[in-house]
Structures are given as C-alpha cells and as structure tokens.
C-alpha cells in the first residue's frame, strides 16, 4: 500500500458526526478551529505549554495543539461548545460568570473544560502532587486552594486573573453550598 | 512539519511489522513530545504507527508484592492506581509531579522512558548539538547549563533526562519489556539508558525496531515507605532541577534497607547506589545521610552554571531521608 499522507476521518465531536479529510499533519485544534467552525477552543502556545485549547477526549481533559486530529478518530470529543446541556450552563460555566474567573476570556473555555474534567477526576479519588499522603487508606484529599491551583496549574491565564478562577472552580466543586449561601 | 504517512494498530506483531527497519517512522503513542518535536523540526517522520490502542494498557498488581505496568497505561492511571499508591508512593508522587494534568492523560509510560531531553540547544535547530547532529558540537558547555548534568556526562552531551517517573523507576529497580520482530526482550532500567561518551545520540540500548510493552516492578517492602521530592524553578508544571526518590527501612536505629535515586542531575535516571552502600547499616541520621550523599557526589563535575546542584541534592537527599525516618519513627 503507498503511503498516504492524508485521509479521510470522521470525528465525534459534543454528540455528533463530522466527516472530512485531514492532511495527517493537522491538530485536533485546528481542525475544530479551521475545518469545523468551532472556534471556541482557542489556540494559545501551540507547544502543549497553556492549556487555552483543552478538550476533554473520552471524558478526559487534553491539549488538542498536541492531538492530532487523525488519531482522535472514534473517540468522543467534548469541546467548550458541548460542555452546556442545552440552555443550561454547566455548574463551572455559571461558577465563572457569577465570581469573573476571567479578565479577557481567551483562556477561559480551555479553563473550563479543564476544571470541568478535574472535578471528576477528584471525585474519582485521584490525588495531586500537593496531595499530602497519596496512599489509597489516607482516603480522598479535601479540594483545598492549594489542591485546585496546582490541579489547574496546566492552563495559564496572562491576564492573571487565578483568584477568581480558583474561587469559581471552588464553588463549582460545592455547588449546593454555593446555592445556600446564596 | 513534514508531510508523514499514519497507520493505526491494535496488535503488536502488526506494529512491528509496519515500523520495520524503517528509519523514518516512529511509534506514536501520547504524542506530547514527539509531536511538539515535529513541529520544531526536532523529528522528522516520514511515517507514524500509532500504537495509542495497542491492548497494553492494563495494571495488573502481582500477589508477590510486585506491579506490571502496561506501556500503553497513562501517566494520569498509574498515578491513580491504588495499589501503585500502596506499594510504590513515591512513583505517584513523581508522576504526579511531572507536567499538567492534560499532558498526563496523554502520556504513556513507555513513552516517558523514551521522552528526549529538553536542553535548550537540542530543541533549535538552528544551533549545533551532539545529540541531534553527531559531531556537530555542544554549546551548552560554554553557554546556558545552569540545568544540565553534574553527573555522568561527557565533553560530547550535558544533557540531562527530564523523566521524573524514570526516578522514582530507578529506585525500585524496574525492568523494562520490548517486543522486536525476532522475538521479547528485557532490559534492566540500569542498563537500558547508554553512557553518554562520545555518542549522545545513542540513547537507549533497545534493539533497533524495538517496541516497548511494559514496565515490571519487583516486590520491594522498603517502596511502602518512600517519597518523591522535586525542585523546580516555579511551584508546579516544571521540569525539575533537582530530585530525589528514597525509600528508607530504620530498624533499631540502624538503616536496615534503603534506595536512592536522583532526577535532573544526568543523561539518566541516577541510582544512588554508591549513597546506598554506605547507608546500610549506618546508625539513622543526618551526619549519615549527609556522609552518604557526599561519598555518591564526589563523582560530580559540575559546570560553572550548575554547581548549585551538588549543595542542592546533597541537602535534598539529607531533607528527604529525615522526613522518612522521623516520620517512621513516630
């Protein structure tokens, strides 16, 4: 078979199918970004370094500057544009208007779709590097401020806007609470 | 970015087959180095298997005591693996100091040990450098090493390896598997990375072809009780400047078993072994520790930009090993 150097893929991008062909030196991000109208997720570094073009690939959060787009075909991409139901903002969506965990808002879908998978990863148990004991006996690590930013601290934000962003994910984290004290 | 052929395979025999001696195609497996290096110019592939959905992503924990570890297992599931946390601490903590959370859920543990390092001259290719163009030269001697080798090195290559993972794996002694056309092999990880000497680009004593198909950790008590330690220029998602994995058995005050190994100072992951031997059956404490440290740091030769680490992982490695005991002690 003679090598080819681009194909035809189809990608299953916040519920739905979409067919084209890549050129197999093209990222998930400019493939959502070019091809596909779907320009929410921003391209910032580009070098895997900043965390603005965060997707979740089967539920877990990725760089998609670092993902290509070929290689992502049969798993189910979410992107800032999926993370919604319907009209219903998602709790970390709503956490961020209501507390400004922005200033410019270019990294803000990246941060969202990285705090929206980092909550499940919390609730799944897994600890962090600032995670004081990590055997599986010391039992689930409280969300702390520390744990939050060093969990987060894959997506910079230049307009250093991280108190906001560290209180947004930690009311998204109790909304309940949130909705009591408000 | 030059233009590359892609194949995606879902058994061994038939990745084997499609890399074939071809020295323009390259496994790809998280892609969060090799692809970042194809688009520097650093790599440049002419085909790419894609081994991500190889069935060789499973933790399968041993009833000795030991762990198998997949190479296609994601830096994030290692890390969250219960029993990886209950007998290997210190592996968790140095995975789960490396990098973000996103690059962890693409990184495989195979491809950690085979991640190049990230000496600035090696990623320009504008500029000499050994390990990527042999014979060209290195600048880092004369010019910016204030993060390269104090240990192992050579007048060819300060560079060094960047893994923590690869630490916290050479302390507990692990084995590293590989598959080739003519059949399986094993490589010790003390001998799986090449001395660097006149030929950096030689990095690792796979077999040309090889694939990597998963790490073994032997059964090892003492790793119940370890910790990974990580200096870095900023508090999180930073390559180390200096690290330390140990694990530490004090019985009646005397140092019954212990294992060092240090990140960030060489071409690889540095056992400690010299450290080691003096420590066993040394009276617990800090005048130990540091004699040890120092008897394994007299092989240093450090540059006039990183003699900082010769104070630093002697203090680093005295830090952890008296957290360790005290904390035992308790």
């Known amino acids: 078979m003679a090598p080819s150097t681009s194909s035809g893929v189809t990608l299953n991008i916040n519920g739905e199918k979409y067919t084209l062909s890549v050129d197999h030196r093209t990222t998930l991000l400019d493939a959502l970004r070019e091809r596909l109208d779907l320009t929410g997720t921003k391209k910032g570094c580009d070098q895997g370094q900043c965390g603005a073009c965060t997707v979740l690939l089967d539920g877990r959060r990725v760089v998609s500057c670092l993902q290509f787009a070929v290689a992502a075909e049969g798993r189910e991409i979410t992107t800032i544009e999926g993370v919604a139901d319907g009209d219903r903002l998602h709790p970390v969506q709503q956490a961020f208007l209501d507390l400004d965990g922005y200033q410019c808002g270019y990294c803000t879908p990246g941060q969202i779709c990285s705090a929206v998978a980092m909550l499940q990863e919390h609730a799944a148990g897994w600890p962090s590097a600032v995670t004081e004991d990590v055997r599986p006996e010391a039992g689930p690590p409280p969300l702390t401020t520390d744990e939050i930013r060093e969990r987060m601290s894959g997506n910079l934000c230049r307009c250093a806007a991280y108190v906001s962003i560290v209180d947004a994910v930690a009311k998204a984290a109790t909304p309940l609470e949130g909705e009591a004290v408000a | ?330």
Not at chain 2, 169 to 189: I, K, Q
Request: aromatic share 6%; with cysteine; hydrophobic share 40%.
């Open chain 2, 1 to 330: 970015m030059r233009e590359f052929d892609y194949q995606r395979v879902t058994d061994v025999s038939g990745a084997l087959a499609l890399l074939g001696d071809d020295p323009d195609a390259r496994f790809l497996g998280g892609g969060t180095n090799l692809v970042d290096l194809m688009k520097t110019g650093v790599e440049r592939p002419a085909r790419l298997v894609d081994i991500r959905r190889l069935p060789l992503d499973r933790i399968e924990a041993g009833e000795d005591g030991g762990l198998r570890i997949g190479a296609t297992v994601t830096n994030s599931d290692l890390a969250a693996h219960p029993e990886v946390r209950r007998r290997y601490p210190a592996l968790a903590q140095a995975v789960l100091a490396g990098a973000s959370g996103q690059l962890r859920n693409m990184a495989t543990v195979g491809g950690n040990l085979l991640q190049r390092t990230r000496c600035g001259y090696f990623g320009d290719v504008s500029r000499p450098c050994n390990k990527r163009v042999p014979g060209s030269g290195c600048p880092a001697i004369e010019g910016e090493h204030h993060n390269h080798a104090i240990l192992g090195a050579s007048g060819h290559c300060v560079a060094v390896h960047p893994s923590d993972m690869g630490v916290a794996l050479a302390a507990f002694d692990a084995v590293v598997s590989y598959e080739t056309a003519d059949g399986p092999g094993e490589l010790p990880l003390s001998e799986f990375y090449l001395p660097v000497g006149d030929t950096p680009h030689l990095e690792t004593a796979l077999p040309s072809g090889a694939l990597i198909t998963g790490v073994t950790l032997p059964p090892a008590p003492v790793a119940a009780h370890s910790r990974y330690r990580k200096v870095r220029e900023r508090a999180s998602y930073a390559f180390a400047i200096g690290s330390v994995a140990a694990a530490v058995d004090v019985r009646d005050g005397a140092v019954h078993d212990v294992r060092l190994a240090f990140g960030a100072v060489a071409s690889r992951p540095w056992r400690a072994r010299t450290a080691e031997r003096t420590l066993i059956g040394a009276q617990a404490g800090a005048e130990a520790f540091a004699a040890a440290a120092d008897a394994e740091l007299t092989a240093a030769e450090p540059l006039p930009h990183n003699a900082y680490k010769v104070t630093l992982m002697r203090n680093l490695m005295v830090a952890v090993l008296t957290e360790l005991t005290e904390e035992a002690a308790r």
